[in-house]
Each structure stands twice: as C-alpha cells, then as structure tokens.
C-alpha cells in the first residue's frame, strides 16, 4: 500500500507561484507513472502534469507552460511548481501514482491517492 501525502498548498495573489509536494511511502517514480491533478467542487478531476518511469512528462494544456512537474528520487518526492498563478487555479491538488500507462493523463488509471492540498488564487 502506497502512502501519498501532499504539502505546499495555500493562499496567494494572481501572478504569484507555488511549489507543491508529494512525499511518498515508497519510490512511485519506479513504480510507473505519477502526476498531479486537481478538482473543483461538483467538477470531474482534472489532470495536470505527469511524470513516468522513463521520465517523459505530459502537461494539461491548461497549464503547460506555467508548471514543471519532477521527482526527487532521494526523498521520494513528486514535486510540482506553478508560476504565473490565476484565479482559476484555486482548486484542491492532488497527487496519484500508477502503473505505467500510455496515457498517463487519464485519471482513472491512477490507483494510489493523497488527500490533496488546496490552493487558492486571488485576483
């Protein structure tokens, strides 16, 4: 069992940025594929930037540009940065590991969950 426990959510003003953290149990990186998503109350949940074992990343077009999404193998550590921050952000994130997958965008493939960290943008 896989333990994912998120940090680095909170509160900040339009343009600014985050860095957000996935600390794992165990090495998700090995694994296959990790990433991160958010969801907005009474939406569907929303992938954001992944990551995979041969280190191929896929960004949302939402936000690529804006985020960059790593691993710290050291700490296993999923890692997240998010710059040029937009009210629409304001979200709850959340970080998932899986298996390898040729789409690793799609949420359902994900098997391990955090809990999630909000982050929320004011205009």
């Known amino acids: 069992q896989v333990t994912l426990v998120e940090s680095g959510g909170g509160s900040v003003q339009a343009g600014g940025s985050l860095r957000l953290s996935c600390a794992a149990s165990?090495?998700?990186?090995?694994?296959?594929?990790t990433g991160w998503f958010r969801q907005i109350p009474g939406q569907t949940r929303e992938a954001l930037a992944t990551?995979?074992?041969?280190?191929?990343?896929r960004y949302a077009e939402s936000v690529e540009g804006r985020v960059t999404v790593s691993y710290d193998n050291s700490k296993n550590t999923l890692l997240l940065e998010m710059n040029n921050l937009k009210p629409e952000d304001t979200a709850m994130y959340y970080c998932?590991?899986?298996?390898?997958?040729?789409?690793?965008?799609?949420?359902?493939?994900?098997?391990?969950w955090g809990q999630g960290t909000q982050v929320t943008v004011s205009s």
């Open positions: 165990e090495n998700t990186y090995k694994y296959g594929c």
């Open positions: 998932a590991a899986g298996p390898y997958s040729s789409n690793p965008l799609e949420a359902s493939h994900y098997n391990y």
């Open positions: 990551i995979d074992r041969d280190g191929n990343t």
